[in-house]
C-alpha cells in the first residue's frame, strides 16, 4: 500500500446545522465514484447518516469517516473525509475530528451566512491550526446573497476570505460558477444530477464583475510573493493559472487567507469544483510540520516526521461500538507504518495492545487492510484498554502526543433500570458509551445512591438513552433532565481537623491544618499547595490529602453539587508511627472539607447560554417578550431579509423544552441554537427553591 504522500487529503467538513454537510458529502462521495446513487439528508438515505437516529432526525450525530479517489490533471488523490456534526451537543466530534486533520472545509450557508456554530467550529479549528477552504453553499435558495457571507465571513470570523469564483445567478436563476483563477464559467447540466458540466465564456453581464474580483485576488496573492507582486505590477494578464494556484495554496496552508468558493450541493452545481479545490489547496500530510510531543521517559519534546520508515507513532481520536467487529479504534497514523497482527504501546495506560485488524472506513463498511502507513486515517479492531486521546506508539519510541481537550457536561439525568435483572447491564451499557463519547459522564450520586448521566444538552442525552434502549437492549427509567449546577465558597477559611479510630487492633490516626480559598471564576479545579515543615507529615501521605479534597470536591456541603474551583493550603499537621496511613490521611482531608465548608458561605452556580433565534419579523415581539421571562439579557437584534437574528445570554435552567415553546410562538417559523457561554451565581431566590426542590428525581 506505498503511497504517494503528496496526494493523500485528510479533510473534516464542518459547519452550523443544516448548512448542508452531509448534502455535500453526498454528492463528493457521488461523483468520485464511492456511491452509484446520491442520498438525501431529507429521505433519510444518506450513507454518512447511518446511525438509526440520524436517519430518524436528519442531523449527523457521530463525525464519519470514509475514503474517496478523484483525478485532477492526471494525478490520482485520496481523500479521506470526515463529516463532523453541526448540531452544538455535538461538539465534541467535530472537537476530536479538528485534532488529526490536516484541512477542512468550511460550509455555510448562502442565506444564512455565519451562525452561532460557524464560529464555534471556526474557533475549534483555529486552536489546532487547521487551515481551511469556504464553501457558501445553498446558492439556488431565496435570499441567498454570496456577497454577504463573504463580507460576515471576514467580518465575525476575522479571517482572510478571497473569493476564487463568482455565482452566475442566484435563487431560481443561479445556474454555475466563473472561475476566477481560469477566468471560465462553469455550468451544470440538469439532466445527470450534475454528473457532467461545460467551460464556457464569462456571461457579459458578468465580465466587469468578474475582473474586479480577479484584481482582487492578484492585488491579495502579490502580498505574499515578491516575484508574483512585480509581474503583477509589471503585467497582470501575463500571470498564468499554475502560478496563482500555487500561491492559493500556498497561502491557504499557511493560514494567511482562506479561498472561497460557490455552488448549491442539493441543486448539484459546484461539487466538482470544490472537490478540485480540496486537491488543490487543501494541504498533504508532507505539508505539514512534523508532530512534537512529550518522551515519557526522558520527559523532553520530540518530534515525529510524516515518514513511513520513522518509528510508529498514532492518536487514536475516536472510539465507536460496532454491531458486527465490536470496537473500533479511530486513529491518524503521524508517522512510520503498522501492519495487521503487530503489537503497539499504548502510552497512557502502558500497557501493548495487539491490531488484530486495520479497518478502512467508509462510513459503517469497512474495507481491510494488511498495513497502514504515516499520513493516514484508519480504524483498528482489537484495542481492549484504549481512550480518545491515547497515543498508540513504538514501544522502543514512545511519544505522548498532545491530549483532547473536551467540554464539561452541562445537564444531568438520574438513570435507573426498570428491572433488578438489569442492574448491570445498564452499567455496563453507560460504561461503554462513556468510552466513545467524553463529554457524556455517569457517576452513583453519594447521597441518594442514583447513578446520574451528564451531558452536553437535551439532544444529547435523548440520543444516548435511546441508543441504550436499540443498542444495548436495556429499558430504564429516567427522570426530568436537570441543570449541571456548581457550587462556590465565597471566602477563605482556615480548619484544623483530626480524624482518630480505634477498633481493638491497629487504628486510624491523621492531623491536618488546612485553608481552603475560592479562586478566580477563569480558574478550574483544584489548585493544591504543601506547606507543611519539619516532617510533621511525611511526604508520602500529601498525595492521599490532595486525593482527598478532589474527591469531596464533587458533592458540595450547601446543596451536594461540585465545586467549580478551590484552592487548598497545608499547613501543618501530625501522624502516628503505627495507626497513620495513606487512607487515614485521605479521609481526614474529606471530612476536614466538609466541616471547613460549613463555617463560610457558598452560593451556586448555573450555566449561561450564548442563545442566538432567527425569527421572521412579524414574530419578533412575542419571542423577544418570551425570552425576557426566561431571565435572558438580550445583547443584540440583527435584521437580515426578511429575518431578525436576536442574540442573547440566557440560563440553561430557563431553556428546558424551548424547541416546543419557540415553535409553538412562531407558529414553527423561527429556529435557535445555544452554546454554554460561563457559569455564574444564581440569584438568591432561585437558590432557595433548587435548595428545596432537591437534585434529582425520577419520573
Known amino acids: 500500500m506505498s503511497e504517494n504522500l503528496s496526494n493523500i487529503r485528510n479533510i473534516g467538513i464542518m459547519a452550523h446545522i443544516d448548512a448542508g454537510k452531509t448534502t455535500t458529502t453526498e454528492r463528493i462521495l457521488f461523483y468520485t465514484g464511492k ?24 442531523i449527523t450525530i457521530t463525525s464519519a469517516a470514509t475514503t474517496v479517489f478523484w483525478k485532477h490533471r492526471n494525478e490520482d488523490y485520496k481523500i479521506n473525509i470526515i463529516d463532523t456534526p453541526g448540531h452544538v451537543d455535538f461538539t465534541v466530534e467535530v472537537e476530536r475530528s479538528l485534532r488529526i486533520l490536516d484541512g477542512a472545509v468550511a460550509i455555510f450557508c448562502a442565506v444564512g451566512g455565519v451562525q452561532p456554530q460557524s464560529e464555534t467550529v471556526w474557533r475549534q479549528a483555529d486552536r489546532y491550526h487547521v487551515p481551511r477552504i469556504c464553501y457558501v453553499n445553498k446558492m439556488d435558495r431565496q435570499g441567498a446573497d454570496f456577497y454577504s457571507v463573504v463580507n460576515q465571513i471576514r467580518e465575525k470570523l476575522h479571517a482572510a476570505p478571497v473569493v476564487l469564483s463568482l455565482p452566475i445567478g442566484a435563487e431560481d436563476t443561479f445556474a454555475g460558477v466563473v472561475d476566477l483563477v481560469e477566468m471560465k464559467a462553469y455550468v451544470w447540466s440538469e439532466e445527470d444530477q450534475g ?85 488543490m489547496y487543501l494541504p498533504s500530510p508532507l505539508d505539514l510540520p512534523a508532530i512534537t510531543g512529550i518522551n515519557p521517559k526522558t520527559e523532553k519534546e520530540e518530534t515525529r516526521e510524516t515518514d513511513p520508515n520513522a ?38 495506560t502502558g500497557k501493548r495492545e495487539r491490531v488484530a485488524k486495520i479497518l478502512l472506513m467508509h462510513s459503517n463498511k469497512q474495507q481491510p487492510l494488511e498495513t497502514v502507513e504515516a499520513g493516514n486515517i484508519v480504524a483498528l479492531v482489537g484495542m481492549k484498554e484504549i481512550h480518545t486521546g491515547d497515543s498508540l506508539t513504538d514501544e522502543r519510541h514512545p511519544i505522548s502526543l498532545e491530549n483532547i481537550e473536551f467540554p464539561e457536561p452541562v445537564i444531568t439525568v438520574a438513570v435507573e433500570p426498570k428491572t433488578k435483572d438489569d442492574e448491570d447491564k445498564l452499567m455496563n451499557a453507560l460504561a461503554r458509551l462513556a468510552e466513545e463519547d467524553p463529554t457524556f459522564t455517569v457517576r452513583v450520586d453519594e447521597e441518594s445512591g442514583q447513578t446520574v448521566i451528564s451531558g452536553m ?229 432561585i437558590q432557595d427553591y433548587i435548595m428545596n426542590v432537591g437534585r434529582y428525581s425520577l419520573l
Open 457 to 685: 444538552g437535551e439532544l444529547h442525552l435523548d440520543i444516548l438513552l435511546d441508543r441504550l434502549k436499540r443498542e444495548f437492549n436495556v429499558e430504564c427509567n429516567h427522570g426530568k433532565p436537570r441543570v449541571a449546577y456548581k457550587e462556590e465558597i465565597t471566602s477563605s477559611v482556615r480548619h484544623r481537623e483530626v480524624y482518630k479510630k480505634q477498633t481493638g487492633g491497629k487504628g486510624s490516626f491523621a492531623e491536618i491544618e488546612f485553608e481552603l480559598e475560592p479562586l478566580p471564576m477563569d480558574q478550574h479545579g483544584l489548585v493544591f499547595e504543601s506547606k507543611v515543615s519539619g516532617g510533621n507529615i511525611p511526604k508520602d501521605f500529601i498525595p492521599a490529602i490532595e486525593k482527598g479534597f478532589k474527591q469531596a470536591m464533587q458533592n458540595g456541603v450547601m446543596a451536594g453539587f461540585p465545586l467549580e474551583n478551590l484552592k487548598v493550603t497545608v499547613y501543618d499537621g501530625s501522624f502516628h508511627s503505627v495507626d497513620s496511613d495513606a487512607l487515614s490521611f485521605e479521609i481526614c482531608a474529606k471530612i476536614g472539607f466538609r466541616e471547613a465548608c460549613r463555617k463560610v458561605s457558598s452560593i451556586i452556580l448555573e450555566p449561561i447560554m450564548k442563545v442566538e433565534v432567527e425569527t421572521p419579523d412579524e414574530y419578533i415581539g412575542n419571542v423577544t417578550s418570551d425570552l425576557n421571562r426566561k431571565r435572558a439579557v438580550v445583547e443584540q437584534i440583527d435584521a437580515q431579509i426578511g429575518l431578525q437574528i436576536i442574540k442573547a445570554q440566557v440560563p440553561l435552567a430557563e431553556m428546558f423544552g424551548y424547541v416546543t415553546t419557540l415553535r409553538s410562538i412562531t407558529s414553527g417559523h423561527a429556529t435557535f441554537s445555544m452554546e454554554l457561554l460561563k457559569y455564574e451565581p444564581v440569584p438568591a431566590d
Open 311 to 348: 518509528p510508529f507513532a498514532a492518536l487514536a481520536f475516536k472510539i465507536a461500538t460496532d454491531p458486527f467487529v465490536g470496537r473500533l479504534t479511530f486513529i491518524k497514523v503521524y508517522s512510520g507504518t503498522l501492519h495487521t497482527g503487530t503489537t503497539v504501546w499504548n502510552v497512557a
Open 195 to 279: 454528473a457532467t458540466y461545460e467551460a464556457l465564456d464569462i456571461p457579459e453581464d458578468m465580465q466587469d464583475e468578474a475582473a474586479e474580483y480577479r484584481e482582487k485576488l492578484l492585488d491579495k496573492l502579490s502580498e505574499f510573493d515578491d516575484n508574483f507582486a512585480e509581474k503583477y505590477l509589471e503585467d497582470s494578464d501575463s500571470i498564468t493559472a499554475e502560478e496563482i494556484i500555487a500561491l492559493v495554496r500556498k497561502a491557504t496552508i499557511s493560514r494567511d487567507i482562506q479561498p472561497v468558493l460557490c455552488g448549491s450541493s442539493f441543486k448539484n452545481k459546484g461539487v466538482q469544483k470544490l472537490i478540485d479545490a480540496i486537491v
Open 35 to 58: 456511491s452509484y446513487r446520491i442520498g438525501e439528508v431529507d429521505e433519510g438515505t444518506a450513507v454518512m447518516d447511518w446511525m438509526v437516529q440520524e436517519q430518524e432526525r436528519g
